[in-house]
């Protein structure tokens, strides 16, 4: 999985030599050099994570602590998030829009006070969401990038037995939510959250213990690395976007069917936040298209960029797609025409040299398993 051709430089984690010194693969993604599998192989990785255990590393997004008076209040002129409601440490997913309720980026965020914020954003959008926040928020405000920090995931059913082995008030934590543990006599803020669509941790490390720390949890049976091939295939399953591809600034939350990250007191036209009115409108009328869940009708997988058509008509895009180790079946997402986007309709996805037929389907492929 490469992202791009790489013009410049890239960037590498404070873990780069461990990655190498355990066999990873490297490629180019979102200007940085990230391992991309290991000799097991992606689909290994993938079913790592579903029973047992994976680490990744995910240092390469960024790590933001904002503050100033007000934050959330803020914050909420750009972002349809309800931060002052939520309760600290409470973790939300939210998105930074523009006037036409496009999405500049998709981001978590965490109100730990009334002046205390913590986001963690995207890789590829990481420098125009700093500008963004920068001159949108007010002057009194300041916007802490912490370089100091590495971010690694600890996904799968064994995560959290992993964790409690080194802290046992890792158990208390339930999805969404922030803590604070010791690893290694090392102060450790963790989430539990992820990007896999089960159970798992996001922990920021100290960036100059983080390789020791990581070698730790690599001397537990329950664990082993994983690229980021196996992440994107396990978020695919579980039917989670990939900003730049699932999301863009051409893409409103209600066409990707994440109005529920838009809660009900954010949901007037007058809610205060860019693209607020356009938003509303979707939610009350609908929108022009949807995105919606594909099932290759063979074994060929479709990927991104192929048409889809109804009789020769294009009626939409293939914006993800792969294969599901857990189905054994190719499986891929797209937007389609919102009169179209209804389960079982079958359409073709055409490509330069082949259309293969493929059937929609609900979203998640895989059912998600969250610690509640």
Request: hydrophobic letters at 45%.
């Amino acid at each position: 999985m490469t992202d791009e051709l790489p013009t410049s430089p890239l960037r590498r984690t404070v873990l780069h030599d461990l990655h190498r010194r355990h066999g990873g693969r490297f490629g180019a993604f979102a200007g940085w050099d990230m391992p991309i599998r290991y000799a097991a192989g992606p689909v290994a990785e993938h079913q790592q994570c579903r029973e047992s255990a994976a680490l990744f590393d995910v240092s390469h997004m960024a790590v933001v602590d904002l503050r100033g008076p007000d934050l959330p209040a803020a914050l909420e002129q750009l972002m349809p998030a309800d931060l002052r409601a939520a309760a600290p440490g409470r973790l939300v997913y939210s998105f930074l829009t523009d006037d036409a309720g496009g999405i500049l980026d998709d981001l978590m965020i965490c109100r730990r006070s009334d002046d205390a914020v913590r986001m963690v954003l995207n890789a590829a959008t990481t420098e125009a969401d700093l500008a963004y926040l920068a001159d949108r928020l007010p002057a009194a405000c300041s916007i802490d990038a912490r370089h100091d920090l590495a971010l690694v995931a600890l996904q799968g059913p064994r995560a959290e037995d992993v964790l409690t082995g080194f802290d046992p008030s890792v158990r208390g934590l339930t999805f969404l939510h922030e803590g604070r543990i010791d690893l290694g006599g090392h102060p450790v803020e963790l989430s539990r959250s992820g990007y896999t669509g089960g159970d798992g941790f996001e922990l920021a490390l100290p960036a100059a213990a983080a390789p020791d720390l990581v070698e730790m949890f690599l001397g537990r049976s329950e664990v082993a690395l994983a690229g980021l091939a196996a992440r994107d295939s396990l978020r695919l399953e579980a039917g989670l976007c990939l900003y730049g591809h699932d999301l863009d600034a051409t893409t409103t939350p209600i066409e990707a069917g994440l109005q529920w990250a838009v809660p009900k007191s954010r949901r007037a036209a007058d809610a205060g936040y860019r693209g607020a009115a356009v938003i509303a409108r979707q939610l009350l009328e609908g929108p022009p298209r949807r995105r919606v869940g594909l099932r290759p009708v063979g074994r060929r997988p479709v990927r991104e960029g192929a048409v889809l058509r109804i009789d020769g008509v294009e009626v939409g895009t293939v914006t993800s797609g792969g294969y599901s180790p857990v189905l054994a079946a190719p499986v891929a997402m797209g937007y389609v025409a919102a009169g179209y986007a209804q389960p079982d309709v079958v359409l073709e996805a055409a490509t330069n040299d082949r259309a293969e037929p493929c059937r929609i389907v609900p979203l998640p492929f895989v059912a998600k398993d969250y610690h509640r």
